[in-house]
């Protein structure tokens, strides 16, 4: 768990998040320790020093196994590492949760978009599966953000699909990502023999479509099979396996 601890008043001169950063006042560390009891947590700040270490240092205190990242979110934004920006996010509602929502019975677009959000936009979102006719209505009285429709801005483009809607808008732009993107984009697209892996992520999006009536237990068996991908995107591109290795 990373979470973001700076003050209102440097968020505000700043107003960016590290990907996948829950923010929480330093005030409120003590209520929020309940929840964070089992979790690797690394802390961050503006600059790393006295609020991220005391948050660290109290969560150890109590149990929690704390880290402090290094320079604080200073040092993450000089080295020019992606950074969420806190104007493009939809309303949080009371519990600090942004919500999205798009059509029911997902199969690529549908699992890959809710992943990104999850892992880098806010860990918390709360993914809200419809009728397609409904859509809209949803994203209006629940204040919610429409995603993978027609007519809205995370949706898809002549060649693009609503995943790379997702990494433009909030700033997304790693390597790993983009590789994930190319491997989403041609299975959403049916451009299978662009990137190898594509052929593979609709076989298993499909089988996963049968596997589940229900769409949020489909986004979780899928949220395993993103994570995957995005790991051997990011560290295990250059291995290969050979006949007889285990």
Request: glycine share 8%.
């Amino acid at each position: 768990m990373l979470l973001d601890v700076r003050l209102d008043e440097d968020v505000a001169a700043d107003p960016d998040l590290i990907p996948g950063g829950r923010q929480l006042a330093h005030t409120d560390i003590e209520s929020a320790l309940p929840a964070l009891a089992g979790q690797s947590v690394v802390v961050y700040c503006q600059r790393g020093l006295k609020l991220s270490q005391g948050v660290a240092a109290l969560m150890r205190a109590r149990g929690v196994k704390a880290e402090v990242l290094v320079g604080g979110h200073f040092a993450w934004r000089d080295d020019g590492h992606d950074r969420i920006p806190l104007a493009a996010l939809p309303p949080r509602d009371s519990h600090g949760r942004t919500r999205w929502v798009t059509r029911q019975r997902p199969k690529i677009d549908r699992i890959a978009c809710p992943w990104l959000i999850k892992r880098f936009i806010d860990p918390d979102a709360d993914i809200l599966f419809v009728p397609a006719s409904d859509v809209a209505a949803v994203a209006d009285r629940f204040a919610a953000e429409p995603f993978d429709i027609d007519g809205v801005r995370l949706g898809h483009a002549p060649g693009r699909c609503s995943f790379d809607a997702l990494c433009d808008a909030f700033g997304l732009k790693n390597t790993a990502l983009e590789a994930l993107a190319h491997i989403v984009r041609a299975a959403d697209l049916g451009d299978l023999e662009s990137v190898p892996q594509a052929a593979g992520l609709l076989a298993v999006s499909l089988g996963l479509s049968r596997l589940h009536r229900d769409d949020n237990r489909q986004l979780d068996a899928g949220m395993v099979v993103y994570d995957a991908l995005y790991r051997w995107a990011r560290d295990a591109r250059d291995e290969v396996h050979r006949e007889g290795q285990a």
